[in-house]
């Protein structure tokens, strides 16, 4: 009785989707956050009678046999990159990337790690690090008595001071861009790390070698569709229910063939 176990699968399949769904509807406010998506594909099949089989002296060839599946399992869980609206804020050091990119940020490992939160803050020492207190690289330090903080679509750094005209250029902020992007490890709080299946990071001014620029003052919302991934949920949660129902029929015809006299 294969269908026990095709059905078993199913259903941890369908638990896996649901997982899923409910990681992106609990990061529907997550600054920058990607929804994910599960996939699967169907495991291996018993061969009772091969495509193809001769079955005769004359030749004869069976043109499609017998192929038994033997359920389900996950594949990858996979990132939708699509990008999220731009919410303005207004903050000086409130970053949207418009497009693609990365910032890259400095773990306390000396890892480099990649974020799209731009919802950046100032240490004490004036550092411009993320929420989590990581360090932008490369390091931009705005100094104690700088006013407004101005930067541009191209990641350049101005301060303004009460006693100068023209503002100061404290630095560059770069993005990071990748030949795979789903490749990518989440690590959580935002932040990703390289792999082999992402490529080296590729390293650039905003808004060159096809990256996308800065916004000041805007911060990139979730990408969650809460009316999608409520009808998923609903989808997982048949397809489970249906999967337990297989159980329940084959567990009565365990039963039937038990009480055979």
């Not at 920058?32 to 005769?56: I, K, M, S």
């Not at 929420?131 to 705005?142: A, F, K, R």
């Not at 989440?186 to 096809?210: C, K, M, R, W, Y």
């Amino acid at each position: 009785m294969r269908a026990l176990q095709i059905a078993a699968t199913g259903m941890s399949a369908q638990q896996t989707r649901v997982e899923v769904i409910s990681n992106n509807l609990a990061n529907m406010s997550t600054t920058g956050y990607n929804a994910r998506r599960a996939e699967f594909a169907d495991l291996h099949y018993q061969q009772a009678t091969r495509p193809g089989t001769v079955t005769a002296a004359d030749g004869t060839v069976i043109p499609a046999g017998v192929q038994l599946g033997l359920g389900v399992r996950p594949t990858a869980v996979s990132i939708n990159l699509q990008q999220g609206a731009l919410t303005q804020t207004g903050g000086d050091l409130d970053l949207a990337i418009d497009g693609d990119g990365y910032i890259e940020v400095t773990l306390p490992s000396g890892l480099s790690a990649y974020t799209r939160d731009g919802g950046l803050k100032r240490s004490p020492d004036g550092l411009i690090v993320t929420s989590d207190g990581y360090p932008v690289v490369p390091g931009v330090t705005i100094p104690d008595d700088a006013g407004t903080i101005s930067i541009n679509a191209a990641g350049e750094v101005y301060a303004y001071f009460s006693d100068q005209v023209e503002p100061e250029m404290l630095g560059q902020l770069t993005l990071a861009g990748f030949s795979n992007e789903k490749g990518l490890e989440a690590i959580g709080s935002n932040l990703f790390l390289e792999t082999a299946a992402s490529g080296t990071p590729q390293v650039t001014t905003p808004g060159q070698d096809g990256l996308g620029t800065l916004r000041q003052g805007y911060l990139e919302d979730s990408s969650v569709d809460s009316v999608r991934e409520i009808t998923e949920l609903i989808k997982a949660q048949r397809g489970y229910e249906l999967n337990a129902k297989v159980i329940t029929a084959a567990d009565q015809m365990l039963a039937a063939t038990t009480q055979v006299r």
